[in-house]
């Protein structure tokens, strides 16, 4: 086991549970006229361990690096016969991230693709109440002092932890009912009598990604395949829809 890489941003019990792993020294990358820090992937390739820890799946890349997001660093390693052990936040799974900006306020810029979850040979919620989690964050655990305050009365709301912990409940059990029924499917058991479908009727506006996004979700839900479909009339305008929504279409 190596850690491929790992923020520990100063705190002590974080250091403290890397004992004595190896620890795999990252690439430095000058962006900027600044050196920055990235998950060496080639080092981990040619070091080849059974298995890899990655933390911050839903991190963004510095310019420059071989892949814009972490998640695809990730999939090299995977398939270089590389098992990896990552974790992420519920606020950047892409699906949730409309529900996510409602309940909270806050966009979430960065954000991994549902299908790279699907990909998991197990998902497992770490959970803890909302109230613990404050606590957590009192002491130092999550974020340095300073901090603390400003994030207990914004994105620590009680209020927001608590959609959250839902939505992650949610999207756990979804993806456990997906596993189920792909197992059923696989040992030749008998499917839902009627199957159920999902369509999603787009229009050329910048909507449209929300409604997809909404209906991939319902579909996951429901372990169902799902269309997106979208209507073309004929039209005397040529330019009857924007080119910028053309070309988002």
């Not at 660093?73 to 900006?101: C, P, S």
């Not at 909302?130 to 207990?152: C, D, F, H, S, W």
Request: with cysteine.
């Amino acid at each position: 086991v190596v850690v491929g890489c790992v923020e520990t941003y100063g705190r002590r019990d974080t250091e403290a549970q890397l004992k004595d792993l190896e620890v795999i020294p990252r690439r430095q990358i000058e962006y900027r006229g600044v050196t920055m820090e990235e998950m060496d992937v080639d080092a981990i390739v040619r070091r080849k361990p059974q298995m890899c820890v990655v933390d911050e799946l839903a991190h963004t890349n510095v310019p420059g690096s071989r892949h814009t997001k972490r998640h695809e660093d990730v999939l090299e390693i995977l398939e270089a016969g590389i098992h990896v052990m990552t974790a992420v936040n519920i606020q950047h799974l892409e699906t949730l991230n409309d529900a996510v900006a409602r309940a909270t306020g806050v966009r979430v810029r960065e954000t991994v693709p549902d299908t790279f979850l699907d990909r998991a040979d197990e998902v497992i919620n770490v959970d803890v109440t909302v109230e613990e989690l404050r606590n957590r964050l009192r002491e130092g655990k999550i974020y340095r002092p300073e901090k603390v305050e400003q994030a207990l009365s914004n994105f620590f709301r009680k209020g927001n932890l608590s959609t959250l912990r839902e939505l992650a409940l949610r999207a756990v059990a979804d993806e456990v009912g997906e596993k189920a029924a792909s197992y059923r499917a696989r040992e030749g058991l008998e499917p839902a009598l009627i199957p159920e479908r999902v369509m999603v009727c787009m229009s050329s506006n910048a909507l449209a990604p929300r409604v997809i996004r909404t209906g991939a979700r319902i579909a996951g839900r429901l372990g169902s395949k799902w269309y997106a479909v979208y209507v073309e009339t004929p039209s005397e305008k040529p330019d009857r829809i924007k080119p910028r929504d053309s070309d988002t279409l």
